[in-house]
């Protein structure tokens, strides 16, 4: 009763709907659509590590692109900057009008532990095509490079 059939569970498949390539499992998907994507834009992107971690830098803003496989999700995080000790509540107020509008499949958030602002963005890895990963890494990174500073310049102590 050790593997999977025999409990009556399902590994998911992974594959890209327009390629029609299957992949044996959630990092070698990963890691091609990271050679793929570094390859549309002409950067040098390093394949998931072996903790499921790469980066991707855009401007002056790094992505973390993690590969949560045992949660069976894709996660982006780029760190925006430490919570600031003065004007908090302005500050969770903008930050959660960003969120309305401005980025897209990602939301900022605080990791309480570092008391610091990331800009995050997760998806299922089931059923992710290249088209959407390529699209939520690219929104992800540019609303990153474009608030990073910016908030910084806001609300720097």
Avoid: C
């Amino acid at each position: 009763m050790g593997d999977d059939a025999t409990r009556g569970e399902t590994r998911p498949t992974y594959a890209d709907r327009h390629s029609g390539r299957v992949y044996r499992d959630a990092v070698e998907m990963v890691n091609d659509y990271l050679r793929r994507f570094a390859d549309s834009v002409d950067i040098e992107v390093r394949p998931l590590d072996e903790d499921g971690y790469s980066e991707i830098r855009k401007g002056s803003a790094e992505v973390g692109v993690n590969v949560l496989e045992e949660h069976g999700v894709l996660l982006l995080l780029s760190r925006m900057m430490d919570v600031p000790r003065e004007d908090r509540e302005r500050l969770y107020r903008r930050l959660l009008e960003l969120n309305f509008l401005v980025t897209s499949d990602a939301a900022f958030a605080i990791d309480r532990d570092r008391d610091a602002i990331y800009l995050r963005a997760h998806r299922r890895l089931g059923g992710l095509d290249f088209e959407e990963f390529e699209d939520l890494l690219t929104k992800t990174a540019t609303t990153a490079d474009e608030w990073d500073d910016r908030l910084e310049q806001l609300f720097a102590e």
